[in-house]
């Protein structure tokens, strides 16, 4: 992923899509970050102007890559078996809407270990290069699947030929300066490139909420499209819209806008205003407000009577629980994390242990599981591997388990 193709901050209140200095706030988001003193935010806005929705205001570009140097979560060294499937709907999405010849040359941008390209090497596509700011992935991907990697970023690369396709997945959604990204890749490009975006839907958080409290309002996640701005913007930007199309994702448990591109496009289309996704996401965040105030409710009852607790999982979600709830006030003993990266740091002063640490904490101490997609895995984990006798609290349950 790359975080950044030139960092820089937009002024607050400038539309990311049209440049409009017209915008809405629907709501602050706050992080706490392992090893990363306070809180940070950003505002979740809407543009009067297109309709766009962004995260305005977003924590200085120095916190942020301290953070994601050190993590590199989103490279995955083992490919799950629901990111391997949505990179071949990836890859069968662009097969079927372009007549690629098997000599184009080909660059995704943010290709982390280069499973995706594997799939157009297997293909028989011999042209393929990635692009991701880690020595590690170059690594990784040139070992498993025979693919050059360049470790840089946008900004920093400097393309060895004009590409003919050139694709971004769950990239484009993370891009602070899209205009500066989209001239760059006008640029990279041939005069008549195809593009290919992945992005979420965020026309959809809205019909399809997750139990997990504003799940898509990552730190990381600043720009929210739907298929009419998504349009609206490439159209601005000299690119036409082949085909767009939103399509359900069970791996994130969203829907993605999967759209296809191509540069050239002479007459720039007027703007057109898009309500829907300001509709969803308000929807989305009263959903989201109602789940945390359950979850709030509940630590603020173990905040009250001090019971001796220990959250297990330091990750996404817990960067926004942490700022969001009492868990400031909680009597806490630790954090635990599988996550080897973030073990070791602390946040209000409670360190992230490995799960072995367990083995010498007081077994009736209560354990809140800061996890939806691996609740029930740890609370079964904490019950047999640990023969934990306290209560285990689940955000995604509305009970509290206790082992017999
Ligand atoms: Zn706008």
């Known amino acids: 992923m790359t975080l950044s193709p030139t960092p820089t901050k937009p002024s607050s209140g400038t539309c990311r899509a049209c440049l409009a200095s017209d915008c809405r706030h629907l709501h ?78 080909i660059l995704d941008i943010g290709c982390g270990m280069g499973h995706f390209l594997s799939l157009f090497k297997a293909a028989g596509h011999g042209d393929v290069l990635g692009l991701e700011p880690s020595r590690s992935a170059q690594r990784q991907a040139a070992e498993r699947y025979g693919i050059e990697i360049v470790p840089e970023t946008l900004g920093s690369f400097s393309p060895p030929r004009a590409f003919e396709l050139i694709t971004m997945c769950g990239v484009f959604e993370h891009i602070p300066d899209i205009p500066a990204a989209l001239a760059r890749i006008t640029d990279i490009g041939n005069r008549d490139a195809l593009l290919f975006l992945a992005v979420p839907d965020a026309a959809s958080f809205g019909t399809t909420p997750s139990t997990e409290p504003f799940l898509e309002f990552a730190l990381e996640h600043i720009n929210f499209f739907t298929p009419a701005t998504l349009r609206n913007l490439l159209e601005r930007h000299g690119f036409s819209a082949l085909t767009i199309e939103s399509r359900a994702n069970s791996f994130y448990n969203n829907s993605y806008i999967y759209g296809l591109f191509r540069a050239g496009l002479k007459e720039r289309p007027g703007l057109t205003h898009d309500a829907t996704g300001e509709e969803s996401i308000r929807a989305y965040i009263e959903c989201s407000n109602g789940n945390l105030a359950a979850i709030r409710a509940r630590l603020d009852d173990l905040a009250t009577r001090q019971t001796p607790t220990i959250i297990w999982g330091a990750g996404a979600l817990a960067t926004r629980l942490c700022a969001t709830t009492p868990v400031d006030r909680l009597r806490l003993l630790g954090f635990v994390d599988k996550n080897r990266q973030l073990q070791g740091k602390s946040m209000f002063g409670a360190h992230i242990q490995p799960p072995e640490w367990l083995h010498e904490q007081d077994r009736d101490a209560t354990v809140v599981v800061f996890s939806t997609t691996y609740g029930a895995e740890i609370a079964r984990d904490l019950q047999e591997q640990f023969s934990w006798r306290g209560s285990i609290l689940r955000i995604d349950l509305d009970e509290t388990t206790t082992s017999a």
């Open 28 to 105: 602050r988001q706050y992080f706490v970050l392992p090893g990363v003193e306070g809180k940070l935010s950003y505002d979740i806005q809407t543009c009067n102007r297109c309709g766009f929705i962004f995260a305005d205001n977003i924590p200085a570009t120095e916190a942020l890559e301290a953070h994601y140097q050190e993590a590199e979560h989103h490279l995955h060294p083992d490919i799950p078996p629901g990111l391997s499937t949505i990179h071949r709907d990836f890859f069968d999405f662009i097969q079927q809407h372009a007549d690629l010849p098997k000599e184009a040359s």
